[in-house]
């Protein structure tokens, strides 16, 4: 089981000092400790979140400080991209970092995003699939024909050329035929537990690995990545009393995750018609549960049968995302038992 560190949540509507601290010392741990990867995400026009708007750009940052993690993007919403454009940007990151990129991509959320787009929202997963070809080739170093200001069609091969011969791809996926498409693809998948629970992960899994081997993929070469919300200590109380109200602050941001949480129990409902009041009773009640059954926050000890479920569901790797504790001092004392975590499993999972 490898392990990685996953960003999302760094609040970006206030200028601050050091605003960065959290991803640069966390990222030098990483590094030195045998995590296998950074992800930094694309979000915009939201504070929360509103740090990461460019993923090439922190991965670059990054590649400066570090010598062995890999850099990837979680996600990358090709849509909002010029694909030779991206491919460029993408490639010098992969010379600063000696060939330590990866990207994985999506097709977008946000209607509002698309205020950066070329074509509607609408058309947003198939705008992915088709300029994701785009970059491949481009990475490969063949060309694409585009169309000059006048209209004269020209051939365009993209530099500086990337170390890594191939672009090591991965694909967000939530519904059962993203999964599918990663298969077929032979991309690696990025998933999280955001909007279900690990029994309704697990089929979608097995229908990735079955697309890989249908469509001539090594069926144990792909690789699937969970998100996950993680937060050790070596006292569960503490752990806890630390982490809940953060959580429940991060939860209200987040009125998709709030309704999943209302649903695991019992109630089916629309937050659109709840009070501040109501919300906050659902969190009062539900938000343990919630931790318990979609994250990693305990104790390396109690958070290891967890870990080994998610393994028996096909995982290859744990993306903690830490951020959504706002405290760099919490997060950064927390990190010591993530590792104390992958070398408790190594034994058991190896």
């Excluded at 010379?95 to 097709?107: K, M, P, T, Y």
């Excluded at 994701?132 to 069609?153: H, I, N, P, Y």
């Excluded at 006292?235 to 009125?255: A, G, M, R, S």
């Amino acid at each position: 089981m490898d392990f990685s560190l996953f960003y999302f949540d760094g609040d970006g509507s206030v200028a601050r000092p050091h605003q960065y601290q959290l991803l640069i010392e966390s990222a030098k741990f990483a590094d030195e400790n045998g995590l296998t990867a950074i992800w930094t995400p694309e979000r915009h026009f939201h504070a929360f979140g509103g740090l990461y708007p460019n993923p090439a750009i922190t991965s670059a940052a990054i590649a400066m400080i570090t010598k062995q993690v890999q850099l990837r993007a979680g996600s990358f919403v090709l849509p909002l991209h010029d694909p030779v454009r991206a491919t460029e940007e993408w490639a010098v990151v992969d010379n600063l970092s000696q060939g330590r990129v990866a990207i994985a991509f999506a097709s977008g959320w946000t209607v509002d995003d698309f205020v950066l787009a070329r074509e509607p929202h609408v058309n947003r997963k198939a705008v992915m699939w088709r300029d994701l070809e785009v970059m491949r080739k481009l990475w490969r170093g063949d060309s694409v024909e585009r169309q000059d200001a006048t209209g004269k069609v020209f051939s365009v091969k993209t530099l500086p050329r990337p170390v890594q011969t191939e672009l090591p791809i991965w694909i967000t996926c939530q519904s059962s035929e993203t999964f599918v498409e990663a298969g077929k693809l032979g991309a690696h998948v990025l998933t999280s537990l955001l909007a279900g629970t690990l029994d309704e992960i697990a089929p979608k899994i097995k229908l990735y690995r079955n697309s890989l081997a249908k469509h001539g993929h090594d069926p144990q070469a792909g690789k699937v990545a969970l998100m996950i919300h993680t937060f050790l200590g070596d006292d569960i109380n503490e752990v806890k009393e630390k982490v809940t109200q953060p959580f429940c602050n991060y939860l209200k941001t987040h009125y998709e995750l709030i309704e999943s949480l209302a649903k695991s129990m019992g109630l089916k409902v629309s937050l659109k018609n709840f009070s501040e009041d109501d919300i906050d009773s659902i969190l009062q009640f539900g938000v343990e549960g919630f931790m318990k059954g979609r994250s990693l926050i305990g104790t390396p000890d109690s958070c290891r049968p967890f870990v080994e479920e998610i393994r028996a569901a096909g995982v290859d790797e744990i993306a903690c995302l830490i951020d959504f504790v706002q405290d760099y001092d919490l997060v950064m004392s927390s990190l010591p038992f993530v590792s104390q975590l992958q070398q408790k499993l190594a034994p058991a999972l190896r």
